[in-house]
């Protein structure tokens, strides 16, 4: 499949090495924002990761960049700190070509009092093509695109969805197992609090995953087995046909709510360690983690470094999914 690309007037232009980067005509994408995995259809889906997988070419060249965004604008509104999503973020739109500046919430207006609607008009009036969000608040994302013309894409908002991290994942899956469908995949730790948990399980149920949730029954919400999950508080039965595991921070901020006994607890009924994996897990299992990692909580030092761990590889791959994410919305326009 070829890519085309045409910019300030040129047709068919084309990479230094002959390829061209542009949306195939049989390729229909629409989507102006990505504000959630909610909103995509298992198509949309898939039309990302196969960009995806041609943008991680891109990366390995002597050059890893294209001319596909030259000329745009992006802004990173990040109001919760962020090292992975915001540098990859960066970086993606770096290696489009595209101009980007990034806000951090403690150097903006916010600290002022300005509401958000104001932060986010008075950004698109220095004529931004996009804007990427991180925001505390569950639906800033959806908010903020109702008030703007720009593209808006959601870096995570609140405990409601982190998309690209859930479209990165699914990624790597596909990239180590060959595919999606029908892997079995199960998702431990903080469940309640987490907005990857809530992209993960949508975007691996509409492509045909079978996943498994688990964690203590207070960080378990309420009824979320009639999305389709296996839930289960019971770690050994969690890993037993697993082939891949997703673990969650534990997110040390909630603890002051007695939400589990202790932490010592905790790691002793879910911590996963390699002694654990190599008793009760398959030989061939992947291990993933959005992180930051709590070492020696969730996920032991020798777990995290093992043959097993993946979680490297979801980080360079996040560029290559958030250059896909951007390209495609820029195309829809």
């Known amino acids: 499949m070829k890519f085309k690309y045409a910019s300030r007037g040129e047709k068919n232009r084309k990479n230094e090495d002959g390829t061209s980067m542009n949306k195939p005509d049989n390729i229909k994408w629409t989507k102006k924002h990505l504000l959630g995995i909610e909103e995509l259809s298992p198509e949309e889906i898939q039309i990302i990761l196969e960009y995806a997988e041609r943008f991680k070419e891109v990366l390995k060249r002597p050059i890893p960049k294209v001319p596909a965004l030259r000329g745009k604008t992006i802004v990173n509104l990040f109001s919760e700190p962020s090292t992975r999503t915001r540098a990859s973020f960066e970086l993606a739109e770096k290696r489009l070509s595209a101009d980007n ?51 808006v894409i959601n870096a995570g908002d609140g405990m409601h969805e982190h998309p690209t ?32 948990a809530r992209s993960n399980i949508r975007a691996l149920k509409k492509m045909g995953a079978n996943v498994t949730i688990c964690g203590p029954k207070t960080l378990i919400p309420k009824q979320i087995e009639e999305m ?8 050994k039965a969690a890993l037993k046909n697993a082939d891949v595991i997703n673990i969650l921070r534990i997110q040390l901020e909630r603890q002051e709510r007695g939400l ?3 932490i010592r607890e905790y790691v002793k009924n879910f911590g996963i360690t390699k002694e654990t994996l190599n008793k009760y ?36 791959n996040g560029v290559a999914v958030r250059m896909a994410v951007l390209f495609l919305l820029n195309s829809a326009k």
Request: glycine share 6%.
């Open 260 to 262: 589990f006994p202790s």
């Open 281 to 316: 897990a398959k030989k061939d299992l992947l291990i993933m983690h959005p992180g930051p990692i709590n070492r020696g909580i969730e996920l032991s030092q020798s777990a995290a470094d093992s043959k097993y761990s993946v979680i490297l590889d979801q980080v360079t």
């Open 165 to 196: 991290q859930a479209l990165l994942d699914i990624f790597t899956i596909k990239e180590k197992l060959g595919k999606v469908k029908g892997v079995n995949v199960s998702i431990i730790g903080d469940i309640a609090h987490s907005r990857v």
């Open 101 to 151: 500046l990034s806000i951090a919430a403690s150097s903006s207006s916010f600290v002022k009092g300005e509401s958000l609607i104001d932060t986010v008009k008075n950004i698109e009036a220095m004529r931004v093509d996009m804007i990427v969000i991180r925001h505390a608040s569950a639906g800033a994302a959806h908010l903020v695109a109702k008030h703007v013309k720009a593209s």
């Open 228 to 235: 389709g999950l296996t839930v289960t508080c019971d770690l």
